[in-house]
């Protein structure tokens, strides 16, 4: 079994911190550490839902995703700047929306709208399973905060989500990839899972060569293990 | 067990139809259907590659996606006439190039680009397997041709990529969902294949409820049969 | 007199097919072909007219245009990739739009839009004159479907509409020009009239060499010959 | 027969100024006046042509089109801030730059560029016609002063070309139509023709009703007359 | 003390043109010219208010710039046809904006919005100042519009606004810089007064080397003196 | 005399943090922190020139500037999102550029770019003066390394530029304004300097009523007092 550049082991995952309030203007904010990785995650609450949604008695929760420009290795263009997001941004922000609906009962929200922003301050891989894990106790505080002030009675969170990207590399699957093993790996897997080690979003993805159904059942073991670790961190955190 | 509104087995796809040459101009043209979902995709051969890839040697295959206006149950504001193109079909597009250059050895391509068009003309659920299945018959043909004019020397596909969507219905799982299945999903997973049976993406969405590791098991075992089928498909239409 | 490339004679238009009913949405949806090239148009009801319009009791035909990046010899970017629609397109769905208003009574549509999508599947010259006489008769077939659905009492289909394109070729006025034609003529003049023969749009552009009046009379000569045929193949698909 | 609002005989056009040599900066630079219609044409010479000529050994001749927001009855969103140029805008422009260089041999031209920029300061009806007629002008006066610069050797200009537009206005022929004219015109026809008499471009639209044979003579009748009067005005700005 | 180019001493400005009613739709237009800086600056009238102030019972004046393509030695690329307004056009048409607002009493406006459009028609240094200066009188003249109309009954114009530039040029403190002194001063400052000789904006930039607060004081010193020429100028137009 | 809402004296700042190396990818990158206002600045290095300055011999500073969605108070839209950069956005980011580019001999650099990326993550007042401030240590930092790398010979910083807020408020001048002061400023001035006093940038407005000489004497008295204390931050931080 090849070692790992990082060290670490196969199953092992990168070092992860949760900081709570970590801006002052958001109803919840954390900052979320995945190892370098590092993201930023407010949930800002808002009256009303969008036009699909009105008169229907739900609320709705939404994110959006975005990098610094020199949060990478080198200098990325700014995507205000060029005038659009990009297909791997509206990707992502798509993913996360749905990984954050998929904890939620949106009947007990009422008509208000929760987006969540996530936006990397440093990337090192796993940014968008860093800001799924992130955002979730973002978007808990959020919901606290609306209890609090008696905007909603019941707490609309079902469940707690957590991602984590598992991969095949060298050969061997992998949890939480950093950048030197994502930029090499044969396959990378990104994997919401609820607290309950249900699969809320699977993604998996052949970069070099196909995987086989062992390999695939290999990194789903894996992933399991991680968001079990990471949910821990998340209840900590939100149990204050 | 519950039965399928279209009275089709668990297992069982929709009558597939894959009409060779069905433009004049592309180097490669196909019209792909699943049932009543009907996608245009062709393949087009330029000189030259990306930026990105200059003086390395080798090409690139990518694709672009779109549904005519009306391809839907209901109008759909047309993508250019609103300026830019939406998540849904940078995510499709971008899923599509990507499942063609695991079928490639792109060194044996040269410095050719190799753009493959999915146009939807009608939909009715499955719009991006039956495009991925399609584009890879349709570049097949841009290969031959490529080879007829001596482009190239050794043909660079080095299997068939085929796609399938799978899903948990009403608690079954469910092989090639049309869109009235579709929109009351619990899961909704996209998988693509080789001819060989391994995998190149795994797209699995909790639409309505997480899924276990069971249901993705079931549901993995479909697409392999479906995979089967359509990649028997592909072979005769590319065999002329 | 030059013998035209194609064998045609000088007021000799393509052959011409129309297929209705060719998608499965649409309120009205026709295959329009002229040789080689077919557009599929495809004509959408909906509720409410634009916001110029309100309150006035008046109903709105509008059109979009639109080519398939293949449907050309060498491949077009896909306008909603560039992010705009050209000059061109722009040019051609005004066109469409005002020729299909002409032949309607805005008020006895009542506070419905219509909207009729001309693609281009395959392009060999032409394609905004067979788009002209196609969207006719998927307008048609739309005003029929109101009829039985009760939302219109009486068809404001006031007379067809159909169009021609017609030119100075080698010298020569010839009718319905392919690309080859259309490519080099001196002129080129789109004529859109009437079931009666009256003039609805006249656009003729000097491409290599001003044209002279008697130019301009041999011209719309054939083109009156020309919307003559194409009304008798709307009418026999009109009446079904 | 009935009189014009503005008491102006049939085929009488509006006073007529052109005023060269208004801006200082541009080669060429005329302020057209067609009664209370005003457009500022500047003509910009640049070394070098569009990519789709390079290396061809000829030159260039566009023109671009825009309205000060308030040079209409009512203010009208500027283009420039809305983020894109509407369809009429891109219209026109297209109509003068096909109109200026049919009057040109862009081989003598050599690899240089004309942008010819309209810009209309109020608006009467008719801004594309005066556009045209004091385009030409301000090409002249560019060419003149490349010839003196000693850039090119002989006068890629060929004739001169100026426009009008021609309409039936309740039942009957008119020429040079004002705004309110404009507004209620059965027909529209704006005709472009060379000093010679004979025809570039003749784009005829039916607002209200289609037009007859004889009334589309009747026009073409009023068109060549003011176009020979035009000419008249532009020789004797051209001459100095 | 170094002579300038233009043979004007340092504190003497350009001679100062205002025409008044230059075009004839708006509620107010003048042509402003700053020696060879030529401005159209049009206000016209609507009945409403942006989003953000609805209900509130006030006014809104905003203003937009722009400069024709060739108004400039070598033409620019036309804002529209770019799909956007770059940094310099939307710092100048705030600071426009802000300056008249500055001027008024919004409540008394009542709920109208003026926009005031400044349309250079020649630059030569100074198009901001003369905007400035020339949209005051514009918007003075589209008030007593207003209330010739009875729209409103006070006027809410409080005084009248005027703006220069001035600058460090070879060291030496001047006013009003015509292009070539602008590209080659050390500093270049816009300061906008009103009529009693407060300061609205006063934006100083250091483009060569730094500027000391001594050099501040002469550039203000000089800048009184020419707002209050300004302010003569408008008065007598606005006088009528 | 007032005291200000912050207990702090007319001429006091808030508490300055920059904290260095804040990131790990960039060539220099702090945090500063003017109280709440926290701004992250990166300076990132490139190879080449924008074309305007290419074969001259020289390098180049340029600014980006953004804020998080929910650095503010209420979230505001991304920009990325909206496809454009707002006018306050492009203002401020030309400022920085602007600012630093001052403070430069670009010609020492050679044929380097260094964007410096301001990102606003939390937003209390002061947030251009606190980008200013970290972005002139976060370039300085890059060309120490760039030194270091052997890339230049002489470092081209030529001093240190830093810059404040001041205004009137409540008829007092004031030094560093934080949101709430911000928010009810009579008039609000941006000042920046050189460590040496002398100003590269002064950018007073009249927000609620205009300002006399004596006040801008008043405020400018603060900003230079204000500017040294924060170069002396600064120059410890520099030193490392």
Redesign the interface.
């Known amino acids: 079994m090849t070692e790992r550049a990082s060290g670490r082991a196969a199953d092992e995952i990168r070092p992860v911190t949760i900081t709570p309030n970590y ?4 109803e919840g ?1 954390v900052l979320v550490e995945f190892g ?1 990785t590092k993201v ?1 995650c ?1 949930a ?1 609450v ?1 009256k009303g839902v969008p036009r699909f949604l009105r008169g229907q008695g739900q609320g709705w929760v939404t994110a ?1 995703y ?1 990098m ?8 990325m263009a ?4 060029r ?9 992502i ?2 993913l996360i929306g ?1 990984s954050l609906r ?1 904890a939620m009962d949106l009947e007990k929200l009422g008509e208000y709208t929760i ?1 969540v ?1 996530c ?1 990397v ?2 990337a090192d891989g796993g940014t968008r399973t860093a800001a799924i894990t992130g955002a979730c106790v973002a978007l808990a505080h959020a919901l606290n905060w609306m209890q609090a002030e008696g905007m909603i009675v019941h707490n609309p969170l079902k469940t707690l989500v957590a991602a984590i990207s598992v991969g095949m590399v060298d050969g061997q699957a992998v949890a939480d990839l950093e950048y030197t093993e994502d930029s090499k790996a044969e396959t990378d ?1 990104n994997v919401v ?2 607290a ?1 080690g ?9 970069e070099a060569a ?4 062992d390999e ?1 059942l290999a990194m ?1 073991a894996l992933a399991r293990k991680a968001v079990n670790e990471l949910v821990e961190h998340q209840r900590r955190v939100i149990a204050g």
Chains 1, 2, 3, 4, 5, 6 share one sequence.
């Open positions: 801006t002052r203007h958001a904010s370098h930023l407010t800002s808002e959006e975005g610094l420009p020199r949060s990478t290795h080198s200098r700014r995507e205000a700047a005038g659009k997001q990009g297909g791997r941004t509206m990707e922000q798509r749905r998929a987006t922003d936006d301050i440093q897997m899972m609820t309950e249900n699969m809320i979003e699977v993604q998996g993805t052949a196909p995987f086989s159904h695939l789903l």
